[in-house]
C-alpha cells in the first residue's frame, strides 16, 4: 500500500469553518473548502458507513478531556473512480481548534479485506446473516434482504427469524444457535423448510452455521450462510415420485407374472387331473360328473383369463381396478378351481363366512390371494390324518378379516419367521414347492393396503388371517 497523497486540514470549530488544500479536493470534485461548511466537508469525503464513526470521534475530541487525538481508516472514491483509502488524524490544538492530517494511499480492491467482504456481501447469490447471542441480525447481506422482503439489509437489524418466518422454522434455528453458542461446534449443510410468516411461502434451504468469536476468542454470536435449493428439491421430490411409481407398476407386473404362472398351473393342473380321472371313470354317472368338473374348470379359467386381460388393460394407470366382489361366492369358485385336489386329497371344509359378505377389490389378486393359501393347506397336509381346512371371515368396522387354518405340517416360526415371506424361500420337501407363492400373497396384500399375519406351530398346523384395507 503506497502513499500517494497527503494534506493538512483544520477546522476552527467556533467560526465552523474549514481550511484544505485546493489541489487536494480537486480530485474528488470539491471546490474550494472556503465555501463548504465542515459537515459537508467530511460528508462529502467519507465513506457514508464511516461517517457517523468520524462524527463521534470529533465529538469525543471536544468533550473528553482526557482524549487529545483520534485516527480512523475510511475510503475515498476520487473522479476517476480510482479506489484509494484515506487515513484521517485530529488533534485538539484549543478548544476552538481541530488540525490533522489526510492520507491517500493506493491499493488494489484485493488488498483490503473489507472491500473483499463488500462484493460478497452485495453479489453472493446466497444468504449471508450475522447475529448477536440473542439470535438477533446484526448483518444480513442484499440476497438475504431481498429474501426477506425487506428493501435494503439495514432493515433486517435487531429482528430475529420469529419477525420473518412461522414458529416452527424459528424455533428449530434458535435451538439450533442456542448449541452453537453453547458448545462451539458449527452446523453444517443442514436441510431445513423455511415457511414466511407473511405469504406463507416455502424454501427448501441447506443451511450452514458458525460461532462468532470476538478479537478474545470469546463467543458472541453466530454467523452463516444459506442457500436456497427449493428447485433441487422439488427435482429430488419428482424423482422419488417416478422411482415410487416405477417400483409400484414392477410390483404389479411381478404380480402379473406370478399370477399367470401360478394360478395358470392350478388350473391346468386341474384340467389334467380331471381329464386322468375321465379316463378312469367306471360308469356312465360318473362320468357325467367328471365332465361337470371339467365344465366347471373350463369356466373359471375363463373368468381368470378375462381377469388377467383387465389387468393387461390396465397396466398403464396408476389405480388397480377394484369390484365389490362376494367373498362367499370367491371362495367357491376357488374351490371349483381346485375341486380335482380337494377330491384327491379328500379335504374337509368348515366354513363361517357371510353369504352376502362383500369387499372392494381387484378381482384377480383375491382369486390369487385364496389360491394361494387355500393350495398351501392341502399341498402341506400333514400324513398321518386327513386334512381339514377352517374358513371364516367378519367385518370389523370398515375393515374386512379373513382367516385361513389347517391341521397340516405347521411350520417352526422361530426358525424360519423372518423367511416366510421372502423369495423363494421353501421350508419343507415337497418337490412342487416354489417359494414363490407366500412372497406374492403378501405383496398383493399390502400394495391393496392390506397386512397378513401368521401362527403356526410344528406338526399342528397354520393360520393365516388377512386384514383387507378399507
Known amino acids: ?25 480537486n480530485q474528488f ?44 481508516k475510511t475510503g475515498f472514491k476520487c473522479q476517476a473512480d480510482e479506489f484509494k483509502c484515506a487515513e484521517i488524524t485530529g488533534e485538539l490544538h484549543n478548544p476552538k481548534r481541530i488540525a490533522g492530517e489526510i492520507k491517500l494511499h493506493s491499493q488494489m480492491p484485493f488488498e483490503d479485506d473489507s472491500y473483499l467482504i463488500k462484493l460478497i456481501m452485495d453479489h453472493l447469490p446466497h444468504s449471508i446473516f ?30 430475529t427469524d420469529f419477525d420473518i418466518f412461522e414458529d416452527e422454522h424459528a424455533q428449530a434455528a434458535l435451538d439450533d444457535e442456542k448449541k452453537i453458542l453453547k458448545t462451539g461446534k458449527p452446523i453444517i449443510d443442514k436441510e431445513e423448510k423455511e415457511v414466511f410468516s407473511d405469504d ?67 388350473h391346468a393342473g386341474n384340467i389334467t387331473m380331471i381329464l386322468s380321472l375321465i379316463e378312469t371313470a367306471d360308469s356312465e354317472q360318473e362320468m357325467e360328473d367328471f365332465m ?47 375341486s380335482s385336489e380337494i377330491m384327491i386329497h379328500n379335504v374337509k371344509f368348515k366354513e363361517s363366512v357371510p353369504e352376502e359378505l362383500e369387499i372392494e377389490y381387484n378381482p384377480a389378486y383375491l382369486e390369487s390371494i385364496l389360491l394361494n393359501l387355500i393350495s398351501n393347506a392341502i399341498k402341506y397336509s400333514h400324513p398321518d390324518r386327513k386334512p381339514e381346512v377352517e374358513i371364516s371371515a367378519n367385518q370389523n368396522g370398515e375393515e374386512t378379516i379373513l382367516t385361513i387354518s389347517d391341521n397340516g405340517i405347521g411350520l417352526d416360526l422361530d426358525k424360519y419367521g423372518d423367511d416366510l415371506f421372502g423369495m423363494y424361500k421353501t421350508f419343507h420337501s415337497n418337490k412342487n414347492s416354489k417359494g414363490i407363492g407366500l412372497y406374492i400373497t403378501k405383496n398383493q396384500v399390502e400394495s391393496l393396503g ?15 388371517t388377512i386384514y383387507f384395507g378399507s
Open 130 to 159: 450475522f447475529k448477536d447471542k440473542q439470535s438477533r441480525f446484526l448483518r444480513i447481506n442484499k440476497t438475504c434482504a431481498k429474501k426477506f422482503g425487506l428493501n435494503n439489509p439495514e432493515e433486517a437489524i435487531g429482528k
Open 450 to 464: 392390506g397386512r397378513i399375519k401368521v401362527d403356526s406351530k410344528p406338526g399342528k398346523g397354520t393360520s393365516f
Open 200 to 266: 406463507k411461502s416455502v424454501r427448501w434451504t441447506s443451511t450452514s452455521k458458525f460461532p462468532m468469536y470476538n478479537s478474545e476468542g470469546e463467543i458472541i454470536g453466530t454467523f452463516g450462510i444459506t442457500k436456497d435449493i427449493t428447485k433441487n428439491k422439488k427435482q429430488q421430490d419428482e424423482l422419488n415420485e417416478t422411482i415410487d411409481i416405477i417400483s409400484h407398476q414392477n410390483s404389479r407386473f411381478q404380480n402379473f407374472a406370478h399370477i399367470v404362472s401360478h394360478n395358470l398351473r392350478n
Open 1 to 25: 500500500m503506497n502513499l500517494i497523497d497527503q494534506t493538512y486540514w483544520v477546522w476552527d470549530v467556533e467560526d465552523q469553518e474549514i481550511s484544505c488544500d485546493n489541489r487536494f479536493l
Open 292 to 338: 361337470e368338473y371339467l365344465a366347471t374348470a373350463s369356466d373359471r379359467l375363463n373368468e381368470t383369463i378375462q381377469d388377467l386381460n383387465n389387468i393387461v388393460d390396465a397396466q398403464y394407470n396408476t389405480n388397480l381396478e377394484f369390484k365389490p366382489l362376494n367373498l362367499f361366492k370367491n371362495l367357491k369358485d376357488v374351490k371349483d378351481i381346485l
Open 29 to 72: 470534485e470539491l471546490t474550494d473548502s472556503e465555501f463548504l461548511t465542515p459537515l459537508h466537508f467530511w460528508e462529502s469525503l467519507i465513506d457514508p458507513k464511516d461517517y457517523t464513526l468520524f462524527l463521534r470521534e470529533i465529538k469525543d475530541l471536544l468533550r473528553n478531556p482526557d482524549k487529545s487525538s483520534f485516527s480512523i
